[in-house]
């Protein structure tokens, strides 16, 4: 059986009814050896989550939705190998960590790829759906943020367009807990 390549799967919006599945590959991605300095919250946490913060949550983020989006990569057996979620900033407002948006942005969030379908150019077909989601959105430009130590990812964000802005979000005095802010500009 050959390696497959990006071409072999299906780049999706999810749908709202499909919000056990995102419940499932969010708390797959959570037991993920790098979750720590990936992802804002626990396994224990997410799993402690009612359905109804699970529907909601493919409600906000599914197909219809004009300030998130969630993007799955599915697999020729129909299983989900990777996601990546873009949501909409608007200027004038704060982000989640109480910094000032200056202009309409997106920014992805949650993005994983399961270890058997890394090095796939999945990433990459991930996130050319969720930029080209947020351009049609009207955004300037699309950020994200990626822990100072999580040197894979970083990777991975510079293969497919993004670099730094030289912002840094100091999660506490330690500076291992710094998220690096990578953008990618809107061309003109």
């Known amino acids: 059986m050959s390696t497959p ?21 969010r708390l797959d991605a959570l037991r993920d050896p790098v979750a ?14 009612p359905d109804a ?15 998130a989006r969630q993007f799955i990569a599915e697999a020729p057996d129909g299983t ?14 704060e982000d989640w960590a109480g910094y000032p948006i ?8 949650g ?6 379908h890394r090095g796939t150019g999945l990433i990459k077909a991930l996130f050319d759906a969720g930029v080209e989601w947020a351009w049609q959105q009207g955004v300037e ?25 030289g912002f840094v979000v100091a999660f506490s005095k330690d500076a291992a807990e710094n998220e690096l802010e990578f ?3 809107r061309r003109s």
Do not use: C, M
């Open 111 to 116: 993005v994983f790829v399961r270890p058997e």
């Open 36 to 49: 720590p300095i990936a992802f804002l919250e626990t396994y224990e946490e997410a799993v402690a989550e």
């Open 80 to 93: 989900w190998a990777g996601t990546v979620t873009v949501l909409v900033e608007e200027a004038g407002t």
């Open 141 to 165: 430009r699309v950020r994200l943020l990626v822990h100072a130590d999580n040197a894979r990812a970083q990777g991975a964000y510079r293969k497919v367009g993004f670099g730094p802005s």
């Open 183 to 185: 953008v990618l500009e």
């Open 53 to 67: 913060f699970w529907q909601e949550r493919a409600t906000r983020s599914g197909e219809g939705s004009h300030t």
């Open 5 to 25: 390549t990006s071409d072999d799967y299906v780049i999706r919006a999810i749908r709202p009814d499909e919000w056990t599945s995102v419940k499932q590959l």
């Open 102 to 109: 200056e202009r309409r942005q997106g920014h992805v969030v």
